[in-house]
C-alpha cells in the first residue's frame, strides 16, 4: 500500500506539546486520520488526535477521507503506511466489516503501551499503595506481576513460547474452545489480567466517595493506562484477523519485560511469506522482528527470516557500545541458535536502526530473504 512522509518543519517540532507527541509514537501503532485539505502539490492535510499534521503523497485520496495510518518508521522522518483494509476514499469506503468496524473508532484513540499499567504498578510505593486499595490479595498481585517476564525467561525457548500464548491475542480463541469443548482457561492470560484489574479500578472509582485526591488521580491514570494497553492488544487481534496486502497474515506481540528495578517492552512481529503458504511446512518462508529498548545500551531490533532449520539474523542497535557488547557475544548466539538445531545462515550485528536502513542495506549488506 501506499505510503505518506511527514513534512515537518522545525518550528512544528520544537512545539513542545506537538514534540511530546510525536515522540510518543512507536511503530507498529495504528492512527485514525481526516483528510481536512489537499494542496495541488499533492500534500494532505491530516488531522490525527486533534493534532494538524501536513504529509508528502500521491495518492488519489478526497478531501474528507478517513484514512487507518499504521506507522512504518521514526527516522530520519516519520513514515505513516495506509492500511487497505480501513481507507475510506471519496466516500467508497473499504473497511473491515460489522462489529469490527464498530470497534476501530473505539479503540484507536485509546490504544496506549501494553507496558504503561506495569510502569505505574511497579514504581514503588505509589504501586504498593493502589494495589492495596484495591484490596488485591497478595496471590492476585503475584499473578498479575507474572505477566512481566524476566529477560533469563525470554531465552528459554519454551518459556518464551507461553509468554507469546499468554500475550493476550488469543484469549477470545481460548474462550470459545472453553464454551464449546469444555475444559479449562489457562491460568495467567495477559488481557485476562489486565481486564480483571481494570473492573477493580472501575468498581472503585464509582465508589469515589471518601478517596484522596491524590489516590482519586492515581487510579484515573491507571484506568486510562489499563484502556489503553486492552485497546493495543484488541487492535493487534484485529490486525492478526485481517492479511495485509500481499495476503500475509501478521502476528504483533507487546511482552512487558524487568531488566532488574526497571521494566521495559519487547515487540515482537511475526509473519510468514504468503508465497510460500502452499508449499510444505519446512519450506515455507517466515520472518520475526524483534524490538527491545535495553537500559544504558538503547534500542536493540533484530530481523530474522527463517525457512525450516535454516535462518538468518541480523541485529541493529542504536548506540555503539550496544555493537560493540553484541559483536563480542556473537559467536555465543551462534553457538545458542545451532544448539537448537538451527542452521545459521547470516548472523550480523549492524549499528542504527531498522527501520531507517536505506533500501540498498537490505539486499546488498542484510539477509537474503530467500535464503
Not at 492476585?140 to 506481576?145: P, S, Y
Not at 482457561?185 to 477493580?200: I, Q
Not at 500475509?248 to 503458504?277: G, H, I, M, Y
Amino acid at each position: 500500500m501506499e505510503e505518506l512522509q511527514l513534512a515537518l518543519t522545525p518550528a512544528r517540532v520544537d512545539q513542545k506539546n506537538f514534540g511530546i507527541w510525536l515522540k510518543s509514537w512507536q511503530v507498529g501503532q495504528v492512527l485514525q486520520a481526516l483528510v481536512t485539505d489537499k494542496y495541488p502539490s499533492g500534500q494532505l492535510v491530516l488531522r490525527v488526535a486533534g493534532q494538524q499534521i501536513t504529509a508528502t503523497a500521491d495518492i488519489p485520496v478526497q478531501k474528507g477521507a478517513t484514512l487507518m495510518l499504521e506507522v512504518k518508521s521514526l527516522t530520519p522522518t516519520p513514515t505513516l503506511k495506509i492500511i487497505n483494509p480501513s481507507i475510506v476514499v471519496g466516500g467508497q469506503p473499504n473497511v473491515l466489516k460489522g462489529e469490527l468496524q464498530l470497534l476501530l473508532p473505539q479503540l484507536l484513540p485509546q490504544q496506549g503501551r501494553v507496558l504503561d499499567p506495569f510502569l505505574t504498578l511497579f514504581n514503588l510505593p505509589q504501586g504498593a499503595n493502589i494495589l492495596a486499595f484495591l484490596g488485591l490479595k497478595a496471590v492476585d498481585i503475584e499473578k498479575l506481576f507474572k505477566q512481566v517476564r524476566r529477560v533469563d525467561q525470554l531465552v528459554d525457548p519454551k518459556l518464551l513460547k507461553a509468554a507469546v500464548e499468554k500475550s493476550g491475542l488469543f484469549l477470545e480463541s481460548q474462550l470459545q474452545q472453553l464454551v464449546s469443548a469444555g475444559g479449562f482457561l489457562p491460568p495467567g492470560d495477559l488481557k485476562a489480567e489486565l481486564l480483571r484489574l481494570l473492573y477493580r479500578v472501575n468498581r472503585k472509582l464509582k465508589e469515589q466517595g471518601g478517596i484522596e485526591d491524590e489516590v482519586l488521580g492515581l487510579l484515573n491514570k491507571l484506568q486510562q493506562e489499563l484502556e489503553g494497553a486492552l485497546a493495543r492488544i484488541t487492535l493487534h487481534q484485529i490486525v492478526a484477523s485481517q492479511p495485509d496486502e500481499e495476503g500475509r497474515l501478521v502476528w504483533s506481540f507487546e511482552l512487558p519485560v524487568q531488566f532488574k528495578d526497571s521494566v521495559t517492552n519487547l515487540s515482537l512481529l511475526v509473519s510468514r511469506d504468503n508465497a510460500s503458504s502452499e508449499r510444505p511446512q519446512e519450506q515455507q518462508d517466515w520472518k520475526a522482528v524483534l524490538s527491545l529498548t535495553v537500559p544504558n545500551l538503547g534500542l536493540v531490533e533484530a530481523e530474522l527470516f527463517l525457512r525450516g532449520q535454516k535462518v538468518s539474523v541480523v541485529i541493529f542497535s542504536a548506540q555503539e557500545n550496544a555493537v560493540k557488547l553484541i559483536n563480542d557475544q556473537i559467536d555465543q548466539l551462534r553457538v545458542g541458535l545451532e544448539s537448537r538445531g538451527l542452521d545459521v545462515s547470516v548472523l550480523l550485528s549492524r549499528a542504527g536502526e531498522l527501520n531507517s536502513k536505506p533500501s540498498s542495506a537490505r539486499v546488498n549488506n542484510c539477509v537474503d530473504e530467500r535464503i
